[in-house]
């Protein structure tokens, strides 16, 4: 099997997953893609689920291929030196996203397309799961190296965040960028990261040192239940 060709037709299957969705990807649609004589794509992927599990097989080997890259230069989440500091982590998570509406966007679109068809089919979502696990431990990763106090579901928030994002920045018009604050991704950052790692004035952590409201005891629904127990 020639190695090159089959990786020219599955990076035109992601292209015409991107653009046309599921129902779109077809063979013949590859074949015109990719420029290869009809009946080429059915050769290497007879079945409309060999072609998804190609697409899906070659969406994860860019995930780890682009990853180990920023990793490398340290502007990713992955294995590495991470960013320094939460200016350093800020510039990081924006450049992120505005990835997803720039370069990385076809790659994105296939890949949210992919998830919708792994819903009925467990196998697909066991080839594209490492991706999700990935992320989860890379982001948390760079949370750390960035010398926020992490816990694992600080993390999940922030990460979970993050990918939330994604649809919005692929499919959403400018109002609902604008209401979800996805409209400026540098303020978008910003405010998800003082909302899950909120800073004192001397940049301290109000949740960690016990001066935030629900640590001092000033959260309303704690003070609701005391009333309702005075009462009582």
């Given at each position: 099997?020639?190695t090159?060709?089959r990786d020219?037709l599955?990076?035109?299957?992601i ?8 129902r779109g990807?077809t063979h013949?649609?590859?074949?015109a ?10 050769n ?9 599990r190609?697409?899906?097989e ?10 180990a890259r920023l ?8 294995p590495?030196?991470?960013p320094?500091g939460r200016?350093?982590?800020?510039a ?5 996203l505005?990835?997803?509406?720039g ?7 296939a890949?949210?397309e992919?998830q ?5 089919k ?13 992320d989860?431990?890379g982001?948390?990763r760079?949370?750390r ?8 579901q600080?993390?999940?928030v922030a ?8 649809p919005?920045l692929?499919a ?7 209401a979800?604050?996805?409209d400026?991704p540098d ?7 003082d909302a ?8 301290s ?13 000033s ?5 609701r ?8």
């Amino acid at each position: 099997m020639n190695t090159d060709r089959r990786d020219r037709l599955r990076d035109a299957a992601i292209e015409v997953l991107a653009d046309a969705g599921g129902r779109g990807l077809t063979h013949r649609a590859v074949d015109a893609a990719a420029k290869v004589p009809p009946g080429t794509t059915k050769n290497y992927f007879p079945t409309r689920d060999a072609l998804l599990r190609a697409v899906a097989e070659r969406c994860l080997e860019q995930y780890r291929e682009i990853t180990a890259r920023l990793a490398a230069a340290g502007t990713g989440p992955g294995p590495g030196p991470g960013p320094t500091g939460r200016e350093g982590l800020v510039a990081m998570l924006r450049a992120l996203l505005e990835n997803v509406a720039g370069p990385g966007r076809p790659r994105l679109l296939a890949y949210v397309e992919l998830q919708a068809e792994a819903a009925r089919k467990p196998w697909l979502s066991a080839i594209l799961d490492p991706i999700a696990a990935s992320d989860f431990a890379g982001f948390e990763r760079a949370q750390r190296a960035a010398g926020l106090p992490v816990t694992p579901q600080r993390a999940a928030v922030a990460t979970l965040a993050l990918h939330a994002a994604i649809p919005h920045l692929l499919a959403g018009g400018s109002d609902t960028l604008t209401a979800a604050g996805l409209d400026d991704p540098d303020r978008f950052v910003r405010g998800l990261l003082d909302a899950v790692y909120p800073e004192n004035a001397d940049g301290s952590d109000p949740i960690a040192d016990g001066s935030g409201p629900i640590a001092n005891g000033s959260d309303p629904t704690t003070r609701r239940s005391h009333d309702r127990a005075d009462t009582s």
